[in-house]
């Protein structure tokens, strides 16, 4: 596994893989999901190749860059167990050099939800991962079902910007007890930990009301709610049934319809989603 930083060296070694590419971008800090990402990349792709860079520009003032969990050589052992080739690992200044006024913008499907709450997430977004295509050039990209509102978005820039890679979607990997993988799970206590799966058990409540006939978004939104509120750790943001595709909130009878949240715990923001009717 070639592990590079500069991007003439990422370049010279991309140039030298046999296709089709498959590329994983991370932030590091790499969990099962990550791991799932790469194993399905290797089963589909000649070459497969990752990046580890925690984006300043996703992040708001107020947020977690500082305190973001960072462990280089364990991400790399992992990579490297599932048979990835190469691996960018950028310092800031390389992907953001001094003088840097460049922005990828997605105007519409970034207006709500996770955009809603954090308004320069998707810029930060959506301009590294158009400079990640740019740098890997890769066939195929993979991005994890957990972040939905980023796959859209991702999914539109892509199509917007006649990127050449196929955008592949994978499932949520989830702990045993329901809780959605994420980096950010490291933050949580104890206690915190063990009221986290409180997420996954409001969408599965909607879920198991949508199966038995129950079509009222509202009535969905309010069930996964009042889970929700009765958690004493738990604080909620946002909850939403929304169209899948537009993200726009939904009112009345629904068919499709994406189910997501956002809940405090503590002082740790986690993010989960359901896809409720046929993908
Ligand atoms: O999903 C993430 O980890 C990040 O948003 C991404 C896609 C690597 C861009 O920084």
Redesign the pocket.
């Known amino acids: 596994m070639k592990v590079v930083t500069t991007l003439e060296d990422l370049r010279h070694a991309r140039a030298a893989l046999p296709g089709p590419v498959g590329l994983v ?3 590091g800090y790499l969990h099962e999901g990550h791991v799932s990402l790469a194993r399905r990349a290797r089963a589909e792709c000649a070459s497969v190749a990752a ?1 580890i ?1 925690v ?1 300043p520009t ?1 992040f708001g003032p107020s947020e977690d860059l500082a305190s973001y969990p960072r462990d280089l050589p364990r991400d790399l052992a992992l990579l490297e167990a599932v048979g990835v080739d190469l691996v960018w690992t950028p310092p800031p200044e390389v992907v953001y050099p001094a003088g840097f006024q460049t922005w990828v913008t997605v105007n519409e499907v970034t207006q709500h939800l996770e955009g809603a709450q954090r308004p320069t997430h998707f810029r930060g ?1 959506t301009t ?2 158009a400079k990640l295509f740019n740098a890997f050039r890769p066939d195929r990209a993979y ?1 994890g079902q957990k ?1 939905a509102q ?1 796959v859209v978005v991702i999914k539109q820039m892509a199509r917007d910007l006649n990127f050449a890679v196929a955008i592949v979607v994978c499932p949520t990997v989830r702990e045993h007890d329901g809780l959605a993988m994420s980096s950010r799970n490291a933050y949580l206590d104890p206690a915190q930990r063990a009221a986290a799966p409180v997420l996954f058990h409001a969408l599965s409540a909607a879920a198991t009301a949508y199966a038995a006939g129950e079509r009222d978004a509202e009535i969905l939104r309010e069930l996964m709610a009042g889970i929700i509120d009765a958690e004493a750790l738990a604080r909620r943001q946002y909850v939403s049934c929304a169209d899948p595709e537009t993200l726009q909130e939904l009112y009345g009878p629904i068919q499709r319809a994406l189910l997501s949240m956002a809940v405090y715990i503590g002082k740790t923001r986690l993010i989960d989603n359901l896809v409720l009717g046929d993908m």
Request: aromatic share 16%; net charge negative; glycine share 0%.
């Open positions: 971008p991370t932030m990046s860079f984006n996703q977004v590294v991962v991005f972040d980023q």
